[in-house]
């Protein structure tokens, strides 16, 4: 009997267990009765969750009749319903400033909008995603104030740099600081943008100080997409695109090409670089018919193809959520024999082991896969990419004994583009293996310990080839291997370990219901182990193409074997940040880092400590402002100050390296190890920025228009600088020289504009204003730099100076051309022109001057032009830039537009100046800017050239511009160019399938889309695109213009599919 009353004891429990557990059911709509799908409901003190699907509709298990639903979504706010027994629970949302209780992500923790102090941008998965492009940086750029993105040039791989308010370094990175997931990584280039669920941007130094020595350029985390408690949701997004060319320069037409030939062949007096390969003059007129090779069409004016997929696989229970995706993108470029291609798998995994352990699991892998020409390689030492000068510079047709002949022209330095391809080769792959776990252990309640381990593995594998036309083959080798292929073999390995640890204790039981404080300390380290491999070959058989070289390396002169170990990098940190609100009035936070770094000796200098405070006020709380509640709903005033470190220069300078290498030699025998380079400079310590910051921020009308204004000054000093010690056996030693300041405004806003049922309508935009300055250079007149596109003919076309900004361009001032009233007259003894007494004399610099010569500022007044006539004629920095959004819905349609900008900004544009000046080469064509026409010309009808002054005279009074005659190129501010531009980056138009249909499709929702992208550009830029910087070995050159792979404009299909 005791067995059956037990037995019915126990099914009397089960049952009322199982009557405590219920399936809720429900709708959600707004105050227009319209459902809201992507509704977050969750059980209020537990961790289900669920949300509603496209009609508003949602179901979710409750262990209790009196559990409480919590339902939030963007743009309404929050609301509570108890379930009080029943089966069915129906919401109506109100419009709201939820935005204000969105979690944005900072330094080792989160923190609600609303109780932000610093300066912090965020961009959600939505607009990370409607952007048809495979990097995630590229999505964002000009969405965000403060962020400054370009696109250096057009090739699928093209390195974007990336700077947060300008950056403080002059002769190091100014790359912000990238943290996935936790873990510090070098690029998110290879993190895909449908795998991203937020990127927040940290500005000033109260948010980035926590990093300490890495956050003094910004910070840019990156959280990708976890799992959610709820039914499996699978989702599936691909899109495919078309692309062409942007945009092509008009060149020189057949008989023009050919007209100027025979006139620069009599000018330089060599009658017989025409004949030979042309004939005679008399003959002219049969070029005046031959059609024209488009070389830009055929090297870059394929149509190209993109196709990109992502598979995302998503959900959970309460203890354990998942997530796992996979992403691939398959690029055929518009370049000839060119391709890209990456994969992604990106794994998260959430499990709470117990009520007090949570453990989690990420792991990263991405492979990237390029073949044939891509960007200008930033590690070149040459103008290695030529293919897009040689498209602009080969004749317009075939000419016999010039281009059907022979591969090369080395007296003319012209090439064939087609050649010129397979010379530029390189394959290389990319892999990136990032694990992270992290164990969270709450002690007792309000007291957390939280652990992090992560592995970063990259491993690079680079085979560049050099053909016989490039320069490098003509120049490195040694004699006998010159003009012959080179191959150089490059293997890259990182890798990177991290440990952190955090305390977090939560105040509320221990002061008022007024005060909440909450305090977390932690320590941290990483190291970083380099290694390159290096193998250059030389000297293959002059017919051997890139993959035989590659398959048949014996057959090469091994001309070197590097291996650089670098010393490791190791990194100790101990930091803390405590934060304090007052009613939700008053905020503060305070933070302090201290970072000891290994590239930093033993003592004073190898410890940095960065303290930050930050406070807000939140004046929309206060009583007097309650009457502004109709229209105002909050107002926050927000103050900080910081410092933050950096110590990006290489590892090892604290004592002298000695790096491997076959040309040293000792006492007259040869000798394979040498000094490094670099100077060791044991005294180096922390490079310091300081930042201000004041913002404000608004959100008005219920929550329908909100924005941000920010203003702020960031101070470096203790610059570490790249110091030339040329004629010291080095050639540079890393100092502690010199200061910078960047100060500047910022504005954004976002304003929902109409709400209806079936129309909706929002536009977003932003705006920032940064101004650079460098403030000291120590005891440094300045500092030179090179941009080295026409190798040793321009020198010094960038300087440094105290007092102004960086990327200030330095050359001579254009004065238009010589004209006859310039000269006394032709002395045909001599055949020189003689200038008037009172005309300044360019001979040195353009060539002997004549009437069409191009003519120079003497701007030191003594009547011959030289070096010191050179002064500052541009600047690579904007005024200001940003971008706008215009969003709608009609019915099922949706309609978006984004347009970006920059505004003041000069490109020094070195393809106008290779491209309409013949230095000393024959044989190359012109763009159409030195047309027949509009060149000064001294050629008569009867094929003579005119030394008579009044019948030059006659024979310009139409033209504009000087003779293309030149001895050398001259950088002159003819070349520097406004950059200022307006693009229409993106356009979409969706449609999205009724809910009732696609749920008989057994699918939660389908959009399909049409997007083009870069389709407009308004600019009076006369070069391929105003967005470029070529030249980056050093920061010291930015907005170069030279040979850039030419940006593509591009057609989407695409849709989104989630089951």
Partial sequence: MKEINALLLLLLCCHLAFAQQRTITGKVEDSQNRPVHDVTVKVKGAETQTKTDESGNYRIVVTSTNAILMFTSVGYDLQEQQVLGRSVVNVTLTDGNSQLDEVVVIGYGTVKRKDLTGAVSSVDAKTISAAPVSSALEAIQGRVPGLNITATEGSPDAELTVRVRGGGSITQDNAPLYIVDGFPVSSIADVAPQDIETIDILKDASSTAIYGARGANGVILVTTKSGKTGKTNISFNAFNSIKNIANKLDVLSPMDYVKWQYEQSLLANKPENYTQYFGNYQDMDLYGNIPANDWQDIIFGRTGNTYNQNLNING??????????????????IMLDSDFKRHNINLKLNHKLYDKLTLDLGFRYSDTRVNGGGMNEQNEKSSADSRLKYAMLYPPFAVPGLTTTTETDDDFNLYSPIVAIADNDQYFQRKTYNLNGAATYKIIDNLTLRSDFGYEGFRNDQDRFYGNTTYYVRNAPTSGNQNKPALIQTNTNRNSIRNSNTLSYDFAD????????????GQEFIITTNNILENTLHGFPETFDFERARMTTTLATPFSINNFFEPDDKLLSFFGRANYDYKERYLLSVAFRADGSSKFAAGNNRWGYFPSVSGAWRVSEENFMQNTKAWLTDLKLRA???????NRIPNGLLVQLLNNSPTAWVNGSTNYWAPSKTMANPDLKWETTITRNLGLD?????????????????????????????????DIQYRNIGSTQNKGLEFSLNWNVVSKENFDLTFAGNISFNRNKVLDIGALANIPSASGWASTAINADYIVEANHPLGRMYGYVNDGRYEVSDFEGFNAATNRWILKEGVADASDVVGNVR???????????DLKL????????????PLHTGGFSINSRIYNFDVATYFNWSYGNDVYNAN?????????????????????????????????????????EAMNSNTSLWSPYTRQFVFNDWAVEDASFLRLATVTLGYTLPTAISQKLRMRSLRVYASGYNLLLFTNYTGFDPEVSTRRQTPLTPGVDYSAYPKSKSFVFGLNVNF
């Fill in 316 to 333: 959970g229970s309460e203890k354990t959520k998942y997530a796992v995706s996979h992403s691939f993108i398959d690029d055929k470029a």
């Fill in 698 to 730: 608004f959100t008005l009308l219920g929550g329908k228009l909100n924005g941000t204004i920010d203003a702020y000054v960031n101070k470096t000093k203790d610059l570490l600088l790249a110091y030339n010690v040329a004629g010291s056996g080095y």
């Fill in 866 to 877: 030289s070096v010191s006539d050179r002064t500052f004629i541009g600047d690579a920095n």
């Fill in 851 to 861: 009437p069409g010569s191009m003519k120079l500022k003497d701007l030191d007044g």
């Fill in 912 to 952: 106008k100046l290779e491209y309409t000046q013949t230095s000393q080469y024959f044989s190359r064509n012109m763009i159409a800017t030195m047309v027949d026409g509009q060149r000064w010309t001294n050629l008569r009808p009867d094929g003579t050239l005119s030394n008579d002054p009044a019948e030059l």
């Fill in 510 to 521: 221990v002061i008022g219901a007024d005060h909440k404080l909450n305090a977390m300390v």
């Fill in 640 to 646: 900080s100050y910081g410092e933050t470190g950096n």
